[in-house]
């Protein structure tokens, strides 16, 4: 569900957009029928974060072209959604709380030079207790081999950044993509489009890791290029 919530998140601004400015009935009604299938995708995978990227990204998408019609999309999309949730299995808990919990301290021992790009499954052992006890890490995950959990990343990219090349590092990337944002926002609406895609993953970010995957972090990285 992890990257179908991560495409939908950044096709979706583009179909919105196309459904908004079609021209002909037929091109609207292709363009409805493109938006309808990736929202009932992003219903059908129940990911919270993708659907708060989601509407996010609306919004930021439409705020400057009409309120109105961005609100109404969110209503949209929230209906949808809704309508799979209710209809689901309630979602498993989560220990992501922990598991941030304990990357904090990593961060706060580790604060300039952090502990190395992609050094955090090798080092947080050593904190999976540090701020609070990690629910998950060190359970037995095959009771014939005795195979232990562990976690390989911290499900949120931010923290995981900050942890890994420390928060100058973080802080510069993040710069980046807040001034690719600020700036995509003064110029047409395809650029506007591009950057309620990029807001999305962002959002996607702070819950999941899609920059540590290569596939996921490529499609950013051309996103932001395009803007």
Do not use: C
Not at 15 to 39: D, E, N, R
Not at 40 to 57: D, E, N, P
Not at 95 to 114: C, D, F, Q, S, Y
């Amino acid at each position: 569900s992890g990257y179908g919530s991560y495409f939908v998140m950044i096709g979706g601004p583009r179909s919105l957009h196309a459904m908004t400015q079609a021209k002909t009935p037929l091109g609207g009604l292709t363009t409805f029928s493109i938006t309808a299938v990736l929202i009932g995708h992003l219903g059908a995978t129940q990911s919270k974060a993708a659907l708060v990227g989601a509407l996010i990204a609306v919004v930021f998408q439409f705020w400057w072209v009409n309120l109105v019609k961005g609100l109404l999309a969110v209503a949209v999309i929230v209906a949808a959604v809704f309508a799979f949730q209710v209809s689901s299995a309630k979602l498993a808990s989560s220990n992501r709380a922990e598991l941030w919990g304990n990357t904090l301290v990593m961060i706060k021992e580790h604060p300039l030079i952090g502990v190395g790009r992609w050094n955090f499954q090798h080092v947080y052992p050593k904190y999976a207790n540090a701020a609070v006890r990690d629910s998950v890490f060190d359970t037995v995950e095959n009771e014939q081999f005795k195979i232990k959990k562990t976690q390989t990343h911290a499900h949120n990219d931010l923290l995981e950044l900050a942890a890994e090349v420390g928060i100058p590092g973080q802080t510069a990337l993040a710069s980046l993509v807040v001034v690719l944002l600020l700036t995509a926002t003064l110029h047409d609406p395809q650029s506007r489009t591009l950057a309620a895609a990029v807001m999305a993953v962002v959002t996607y970010a702070f819950f999941w890791f899609p920059l540590e995957l290569p596939m996921s972090a490529a499609w950013l990285w051309t996103l932001l290029a395009l803007m």
